[in-house]
Each structure stands twice: as C-alpha cells, then as structure tokens.
C-alpha cells in the first residue's frame, strides 16, 4: 500500500487515461492501472507502468488509432462554433462527450512527464 506523496492519504487503485505532449505529438493511453488519491485525485505510477508509458509515448510504437487534437492558443480570437440544436456542431469533427459540457475530464492527468511512485 502506499500513501499519497501530496496529501499522505492511503492510495487506491484505479485506471486513468495518461496525455501528454512530446515532440509537437500529444499521445493518450487509455486505461492505465495507477495509484489514485481518493482524496487529493493525485495519480502516481508504480515503475513497470511508468517505464512502459515511456515506451507507448516514444514514438516508436504504432497506435490503435490516430484522434483528432484541437490545438489552440491562449489570447488568439474565439470564433465559437454555430449550434445546431442543442449540440454544437462542428461538422466534421465529432465531439465527444468529455467536450460537451465545460467540465474538464478530471482523470486525465495534465502531466508534461511521466511521474512514478517511489519503488515498491
Ligand atoms: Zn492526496
């Protein structure tokens, strides 16, 4: 078991979606086994995730799919999408449902690196 290197409460296992940026290409894995904080939401991972994110996020290692990433910079003009019923539309690319509401997906951790628990 180990305890939260933020708050010191005891971590829980959990599965997160992992994103971050590297070389001007954002990877994403999805379903990662990590060390959750239930009480802060900090997410660790233990050695052999961390060392086989490095290797899914490398570029050397061939994707289950390609997304589409909406890339944008702070200050530059909003020109919002026109809606279409209730759901905006932006008709060719799909949102997905994280993007819909202005909540942001609270699991994705926003590391610009790859963090790991102490070894166990
Ligand atoms: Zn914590």
Redesign the pocket.
Known sequence: MMN?N????LMVDAFTTFTVRRDGSVYVVENVPCLE?P????ISFIQDVAVKLEKYCSGRVLPEKTIAAWGYRWGNLIIEIPKEGNVTSTKNIPLSPTMLGTQHDKKTPRYEGITTSAPI
């Open positions: 939260c933020i708050c010191g409460n904080c009480v802060c939401e900090h």
